[in-house]
Each structure stands twice: as C-alpha cells, then as structure tokens.
C-alpha cells in the first residue's frame, strides 16, 4: 500500500490575510506524515509594483509578465512570501523547505509560445522533478513551493500555482496515494458565492458540465475544478476544495470531486 | 582523507555587475567536486527601498535593519539575486538549489542583543546544519546561501554574508577538507587598494597584525581577515581572497591566509 501525501494549495485572500494564514499554517504543520504547501502570491506583487510606479502590461485585456514583472514576482513570491511561510512552519515545528522550479531543477516549464498574444515570462509545466520531492519527503521535509518555475535556459517563469500544485500531486500519484486540497476562503464550491452555507458537497464531471453550460458557477472556479477532474484522472486518488478546515482531521464543509 | 569541500562567497560590486557576475559564475559552475556559494545583496536593497520611498534607520551611524527592511532584503536577497544566481546555475549546468536559513533550518542565529544600540532584525550564527548540507552535496546538489538566517521562533534576520560562508565553512571542517575563498572585486588584499598589482600573496597573522596596527589595509577588509584567520583556527584548511580568478585551476594573483 502507498503511503498517503497531501499536496495542500493555498492562494487568494488567504495569503494577503495575516490572520488567515496563520490558521491554515498552523492546521497545516499539524498534519502527520507526507506533505506539501504550493502557495499563491495575493495582492502583494500588485502593491510593490504600484509603489514601484509600474504599471501592469496588457494585451486583449490579458496580463503580460514583461522582464521587470518577472523580477517583482519572484522577489515577493520565492523571496518574501515563501520565507514568511517557512519561518513560520520551521517555528510551528514543521521542517520546511522552500522552493521555486529551478531549485535543484525541481518543476521545469516551458515559456509560453507567442501565439496571437504574448505572454511574456509565463511558463506552462513540462517536468516535476518527483525523484528530489521524494528524496525530501523521505528525509522528513515538507517542501513549500512558489508558482515561480524555470525554463532550464536561464529564464524563471511565472506560473500559475493551482496548475502547480497539480502537476506536483499528479508527478507524486506514482509513489504516493495522493490527495489535492485545494485551500482558499470560501467553504468550497458554492451555488451562490455570497454564502457559505450553499457548499456542493461532492461535485462529479456530470454536475460540473452542467454547471458550466447553465453558468451556475463562478467563472474564477471553473479552471479549478477541471484541473481537479484531469488530476483525478491522472491517478490522484483525492481532490478536495474547502478553506483551512479541510486541513483538519475530520472536515465538516468542503466540496469532493468525483469522476 | 576527507573530500574537499570549496565554499565559496560572492558580493559586493560582482553582485551589481552583470558581466562579472555572469563570469563569477560561469567559474563556479566549472569547479569539479563539492562546492557551496554564498551571496551578499549588492545595491540592490537598498535601490528597492529607495524606490519604496523608505529611508534607512540610522542609530549613531549604524544601520539598523527595520520590520520593513527586513521585507525588503528577504524580497531582494533570498528572492530574485538567490533565484537569478540559481536559475543562471541550472543553465551552467550545476544543479544549484538556492536556501535561506530557515529552508529546512539550515542555519539557526540569534536576533542580536540590544545593548547600547537595537540593530533591529540582525542575526549573529548559533548552528549550521551541517548534516543536511552534506546530504544535499552527496546528492549532487550545490546549496547557494542568501544571508538570511532565522531566530527559529518565527523571524528572519539579517546576517552578514562573509559570516554565514565563514560559519558555513567551519561547519563542514568536520566532514570535509573544506577551503574558504572570498571572491570579490579586487584582486586580493592590496597594500595599495587602487592597485590590483599590489596584491599580498600570503598574509601571515603577524602581518596582519602590524597592517591593522599601521593602518596600511583598507579598514573594510579587516573583519574579512579576521573572519579568515578564525575560520583557519576553527579546522578549515585554507582561506583566498580574490577575484572570481581564484575559482580557477591555477590562478595567478590572489592573497593566501596563513596564521
């Protein structure tokens, strides 16, 4: 039998909330035996580039991560974001390490090619290092990634961190019984995002083709849910979305995905 | 016999200068066997902070590192110097994995004191896990240290980087036969520090003891040498400074430390 690894995502506005984070940090470094943290960057890289008098780069009403971008957004998210998390797990007793893709050549992507837009420096995984993570893990590590991937020749990517922490639970899915958890403010997909108690409790690929073409849900959920449903078809055993109490033992409010 | 271990600290002016980092660089990625880097932040700091509209603190002519400066020089130091040095590496071909002290608590200090002056978030080295070094360097990986360290109840401080590659290397005498090579922008320890022809090839302590007494070396080489000369006290078996030459097979012009 495998052992079980959770890979946890953990983003929005639960990094930009202090309070917030705490929570999820300390449920998170509670959790026995094998784990991950991929964490997102909130607000933040926005608010140093607006100090900085940078303005964002658009093109069709898409974000562009021009050179000067890719500079602010690995100094917050592999620089401050995901020290602030380890040095707050190393205290709560978890032994993190942080990570970006290029250290120890861990997720390697490729710069998105230039089709009718240009992206810039964003990078679209190709490779999760599994072997290292291993490595790590079996050492008694828990290794905390930035969405911050590199090209192999030289370039660091912006990447986006729930396709993160996807390939890295889909990467580990050989060795591992892996299980997704897909941690942000809300209780879990909901039928009305005003409230809470409106949870989906278990979301299959039939309610989510219907939820997409009757626009039931939340357009920001959809890329989520589809990157749930293709894991799970990738040999992830379990995807799960919910706020920082589905890091807890026995979690009362989420939404499973079930093929 | 023990396995050589170079462990080498890069800074100051190479740091800010592309060229020279990018052959600093290059000259690392070539040296065969176990090697560790350790980089300072250059300029870079404090031209964010600039930019920020933030004044540095000043307490009788000291610099004293700030809640938010602390921020900053995580931003800057462990974030996008540490990931463009990495990233550059990876493409060299060295598989590089960037680490603050608090990745996998890897280097423990203590804030400092406040006596007559607070310096703020400032970190003097307790420990080096020098186990977990050495089981990254038997995996094949090169660990590439920021000078950030961290308290191990949750803050990161500021340290010094001469001090983080000197504590670094006296960490690993145990295990290995391990050199110290400061590498900057001069050639050496220079009697005349406008001229890169008056190196000293072997600076003994007692000459070391005259120059400081005579005031004939550049006051802000001192505490290097001193840091040197206690690092050859403390079992590590050689300690150069000089240029990014020294990383080569046979170099020419540098200065050796000899008690």
């Not at 050179?67 to 380890?86: R, S």
């Not at 810039?120 to 991937?149: C, H, M, R, Y």
Request: proline share 2%; glycine share 10%.
């Amino acid at each position: 039998m495998k052992k079980i690894l959770k890979v946890v995502k953990t983003g929005g506005k639960l990094i930009d909330d202090e309070e917030r984070l705490e929570k999820v940090l300390t449920a998170f470094a509670k959790i026995k035996g094998n784990k991950i943290l991929v964490h997102g960057g909130g607000s933040m890289a926005s608010r140093v580039s607006l100090n900085l008098g940078i303005k964002p780069q658009m093109t069709d009403g898409r974000r562009i991560t021009t050179a000067l971008d890719i500079e602010i957004v690995t100094m917050v998210y592999a620089g401050w974001i995901n020290k602030k998390i380890v040095v707050k797990l190393q205290q709560l007793g978890c032994n993190a390490v942080g990570l970006s893709g290029a250290d120890g050549n861990v997720i390697v992507s490729r710069k998105r090619p230039v089709g009718e837009i240009d992206y810039g420096f964003v990078g679209d995984i190709e490779k999760v290092n599994s072997g290292w993570i291993q490595t790590l893990l079996e050492s008694g590590l828990t290794p905390v990634f930035s969405a911050i991937t590199h090209g192999g020749d030289g370039t660091l990517l912006n990447t986006n961190s729930d396709t993160v922490a996807a390939e890295v639970a889909v990467a580990m899915s050989e060795k591992y019984d892996t299980r997704l958890m897909f941690c942000f403010e809300k209780k879990g997909v909901l039928t009305d995002v005003e409230k809470n108690t409106s949870v989906i409790p278990i979301m299959n690929w039939a309610r989510y083709q219907r939820a997409k073409d009757e626009k039931t849900i939340h357009n920001g959920m959809l890329p989520k849910l589809q990157m749930g449903f293709d894991a799970l078809r990738r040999n992830v055993s379990q995807v799960m979305i919910g706020d920082e109490t589905i890091l807890e033992k026995n979690p009362i409010l989420f939404t499973q995905l079930k093929l």
